[in-house]
């Protein structure tokens, strides 16, 4: 039961703690999970990111999904979300009822400008991570490249490249095995 409460109280520091959704959470996921409590290691939680961006949902929380199931099963991955939801549920519950009356103040109006600022160093900072840790070859390199121009530039579901860029990896990575 220990565990489970832990499970609970990270995701819960996590997801009270930090602004600016899915993706900023992903470098204190990291930290926390990897760094921290050694119950990941950096290429689990890379893959957990990978599933989580291919499933339905916000990222972290799936990611949260996955460490808890990792750690405890069915029981790990219910309390490991509900740790990662509980906390944003209650604040921007609280939020939404007072954001209409302050929304236009100034001061209101420069904290969200600069939180929104330090959200993109973390995006940015997670992005830089995820690199270095999955484009280790040219390989890498063209899958990345095909897949940010298919994103960026096309209208073709961000679902549909995730999924054509594992199966061209798995290929790929087939013919390197039957070459070798």
């Known amino acids: 039961m220990k565990e489970l409460i832990d499970l609970f109280l990270v995701f819960a520091r996590i997801g009270g703690f930090t602004f ?11 930290k926390e999970v990897v760094e921290e409590r050694k119950w990941a290691t950096d290429e689990e939680v890379l893959d957990y990111y990978a599933i989580g961006q291919c499933t339905p949902g916000i990222i972290a929380i799936n990611t949260a999904t996955f460490i808890g199931y990792k750690r405890k099963g069915i029981l790990g991955s219910i309390f490991a979300t509900a740790g990662m939801v509980a906390p944003s ?36 900072h ?45 290929l790929i990575n087939l013919r390197k095995k039957v070459d070798s």
């Open 20 to 30: 600016g959704g899915g993706y900023a959470m992903l470098p204190i996921i990291q």
């Open 89 to 124: 549920l209650v604040i921007i519950t609280i939020v939404a009822m007072f954001f209409q009356h302050f929304q236009d103040y100034p001061i209101v109006q420069h904290a969200l400008g600069g939180i929104r600022v330090s959200v993109v160093a973390l995006i940015t």
């Open 126 to 170: 997670t992005i830089i991570k995820m690199w270095n840790q999955s484009v280790k070859d040219w390989i890498g390199i063209v899958l990345f490249t095909l897949s940010f121009l298919l994103i960026a530039f096309t209208n073709i579901s961000p679902v549909f490249v995730i999924l054509l860029s594992g199966a061209l990896g798995t």
